[in-house]
């Protein structure tokens, strides 16, 4: 039922999932350096419609039709799907690319990577939250290998908005994956009832760190801050360049239907759009991730105007 007013849903932020889109691709272009399939030296490639036998064209947003010549960091700036699909070939075993083609390569391989290497961002696993009811999200069937490179996108597997936030959070510290924590500390009262001495700190607990050098990271770290500060004409983040706080990000998009609490749309065409980011960039206070589900729009931009809310409120608090 449609009330017209803002609800709270505190804690579908870790008890709900989605498919994200675009916002993993970070984590797309770090597992390519991860399985070696790309490399500082070596990470340049054609951005271009894929056509396989029986099914239809995949291809970039901004790209439909021609070849766009990309590296890693530029892949990020405009959101490439065609890089990141062709990162996923390469994990395969599947390094030339004719069109119309039967697709072949060992998808098996590149489900089992892939999610691997997600996971050390936390996604697709639980994020270890001091607070019951986490979902680790949901992996889709492997049904046939063009899904394989629909995950490479985001555009396959679900995850929770706290998953994005550990994800992000993971590369904006230098690769510690963090357990997220409700309760900071406790504390006992005074005789006038107010807050009283420490009786428990709990203190940050490491899950892991991402298996890469930090050179890499860094790497990323460079296409995070030009999908907001960029030239390329397709950066997705733009819009907030004029902040003052020096923000890195990513947006994403992704196709969807409506599974929601109206019976009557159940399966109806939707957009889910999020955003992943930190700030400032070269020395990350704040991370956070944004997802607008069931939206009528695939307008990433549309989106924006939340997390520089967000980074006002953190970075301009109320004396």
Avoid: C
């Avoid at 770290?221 to 030239?231: E, M, R, W």
């Amino acid at each position: 039922m449609s009330t017209g007013e803002v609800g709270d849903d505190t804690l579908g932020v870790f008890t709900t999932q989605y498919t994200m889109g675009s916002s993993v691709k970070a984590a797309s272009v770090l597992a390519g350096y991860m399985d070696e399939v790309i490399s500082l030296d070596d990470n340049v490639m054609i951005d271009k419609p894929l056509k396989f036998a029986e099914t239809k064209s995949k291809s970039s947003w901004f790209n439909r039709n021609g070849s766009i010549v990309l590296n890693d960091t530029t892949a990020l700036e405009v959101s490439s799907n065609s890089y990141m699909m062709q990162l996923a070939m390469r994990m395969g075993g599947k390094y030339h690319y004719t069109p119309g083609e039967t697709l072949k390569m060992n998808s098996e391989a590149v489900f089992k990577k892939l999610r691997y290497y997600y996971s050390q961002f936390g996604l697709g696993v639980p994020t270890g939250i001091d607070i019951p009811g986490e979902t680790a999200g949901l992996k889709g069937k492997e049904s046939n290998p063009g899904l394989a490179l629909d995950l490479a996108f985001g555009q396959f597997d679900t995850y929770t908005t706290l998953q994005l936030a550990q994800y992000i959070s993971t590369i904006a510290n230098g690769g510690n994956r963090i357990t997220p924590r409700i309760v900071k500390e406790i504390r006992g009262t005074n005789e006038q009832g107010e807050l009283g001495e420490l009786k428990k700190a709990f203190t940050p607990k490491i899950l892991n760190h991402i298996e890469i050098e930090d050179k890499y990271i860094n790497r990323i770290k460079t296409g995070l801050y030009n999908v907001v500060h960029g030239s390329n004409q397709y950066g997705t983040g733009k819009k907030l360049a004029s902040s003052p706080y020096d923000i890195a990000g990513k947006t994403g998009t992704a196709q969807a239907f409506y599974s929601g609490p109206i019976e009557s749309a159940n399966m109806t065409a939707v957009w889910n759009l999020t955003f992943v980011g930190y700030a400032p960039s070269e020395n990350p206070q704040i991370a956070i991730s944004v997802a607008l589900p069931f939206m009528d729009t695939d307008k990433e931009d549309a989106i924006l105007d939340i997390p520089k809310k967000v980074f006002d409120a953190y970075f301009e608090p109320e004396s």
